[in-house]
């Protein structure tokens, strides 16, 4: 189990679904207001607002809560909040990149601190742990929208680095600052991917084991876990009989 992908999905078959999918709506609610009063509240003339709608849509997040978290961006004395970044290591020695959207960057720091303290790790400086990464956009669509060949040849003509397959669908790779542009005209011929965003994607994986990766497992989950983490990336890679 490598990276934050697989892991994901191993929480989501652990827990409750109703909590997690509630969790879940939660962070991306808050990811369409900021995106939306950052920038414009149209999805149309803002590329960062539409990959969060497609992404809520793509999680069947209801249209009238998608709605409501737009129009929270121009209420009066809404909160602000800032995308932070925070860079820290693990049990094992493995580089974890922490992804935040907060209004309280002391709680926030303050929280990630001691989560890292208490599972034997540390937050690190500022490019100690993204200088072993590349910072990519991937976009996922599940495996029954078009053939491999299909997609293959729309994904490059859209503009898209590499496209793999596997047995959960299509993975599309481009650069970061093309992912929007190469999303909206997959998902014009396509529909909504399953999910569209920026990743870290790390240059080798250390095999963490045994007891330092259980306690893994639990930082892992604990960061997921935070209102304020929107995302979590990692160089590990775990056996997935960990998470049963």
């Known amino acids: ?83 932070v970044r925070y860079e820290g290591f693990g049990p094992g020695g493995v580089g974890i990149i922490v992804e935040t959207l907060t209004d309280n960057l002391n709680r926030t720091a303050g929280n990630l601190r001691s989560y890292f303290a208490k599972m034997g790790g540390n937050l690190g400086t500022t490019n100690s742990v993204t200088s072993g990464f590349d910072r990519v956009g991937e976009i996922r669509f599940a495996a029954t929208v078009a053939s491999e060949d299909d997609m293959m040849e729309a994904a490059l003509e859209a503009g898209a680095d590499d496209v793999s397959f596997d047995e959960d669908g299509h993975l599309i790779t481009c650069t970061f600052e093309s992912l929007s542009e190469v999303s909206n005209t997959l998902a014009q011929k396509y529909g909504d991917p399953e999910n569209a965003g920026v990743v870290w994607r790390p240059h080798a994986s250390i095999e963490v084991t045994g007891d330092a990766g259980k306690t ?29």
């Open 1 to 83: 189990m490598a990276g934050h992908s697989k892991f994901k999905n191993i929480m989501h078959r652990k827990g409750k679904q109703d909590a997690v999918r509630a969790k879940m709506f939660t962070k991306i609610a808050r990811e369409i207001t900021s995106a939306a009063k950052q920038g414009s509240p149209d999805p149309a003339m803002n590329p960062r607002l539409r990959l969060a709608v497609q992404n809520a849509r793509s999680q069947s997040m209801p249209k009238d809560r998608i709605e409501r978290a737009i129009q929270q961006a121009a209420a009066a004395g809404g909160d602000d909040y800032k995308n």
């Open 216 to 244: 893994l497992m639990k930082l892992l989950e604990t960061l997921e876990d935070d209102d304020d983490v929107q995302d979590v990336f990692g160089n590990y890679e775990l056996d997935e009989s960990l998470a049963e």
